[in-house]
Nanobody, 123 residues
Framework: VQLQASGGGLVQAGGSLRLSCAAS????????VAWFRQAPGNEREFVAA????????EYAADVKGGFTISRENDKKMVYLQMNSLKPEDTALYYC?????????????????WGQGTLVTVSS
């Protein structure tokens, strides 16, 4: 499966953005998909994930309540709605996929990666 992330941009603190991850290839609905992010000088970190079942979601503690992950399998799309953005949310955001049922927060468990989309939150 190939992944293409988009939707990043510049937003003021308190604002919102919706990131999109478009997939190509077969059987996308069988993949769990996650968002990771990497700020300058930092390691890539887990943000959110969604399993094959749309109610199976997982969030990093610092985004829970402010970010929402969702998917539309018929369109082969996964979204990350980000509300109440903070300057510390500034990073390159990546989507990733793995051919299993359940979510995971471990970077190394994901087989497929898209290119990043840059989110910049100004104070």
């Amino acid at each position: 499966v190939q992944l293409q992330a988009s939707g990043g941009g510049l937003v003021q603190a308190g604002g919102s953005l919706r990131l999109s991850c478009a997939a190509s290839g077969h059987s996308f609905s069988r993949y769990a998909v996650a968002w990771f992010r990497q700020a300058p000088g930092n390691e890539r970190e887990f943000v959110a994930a969604i399993g094959r079942a749309v109610l199976n979601t997982e969030y990093a503690a610092d985004v829970k309540g402010g970010f929402t992950i969702s998917r539309e399998n018929d369109k082969k799309m996964v979204y990350l709605q980000m509300n109440s953005l903070k300057p510390e949310d500034t990073a390159l955001y990546y989507c990733a996929a793995k051919p299993t049922i359940l979510t995971a927060s471990i970077l190394g468990q994901y087989n497929y990666w898209g290119q990043g989309t840059l989110v910049t939150v100004s104070s």
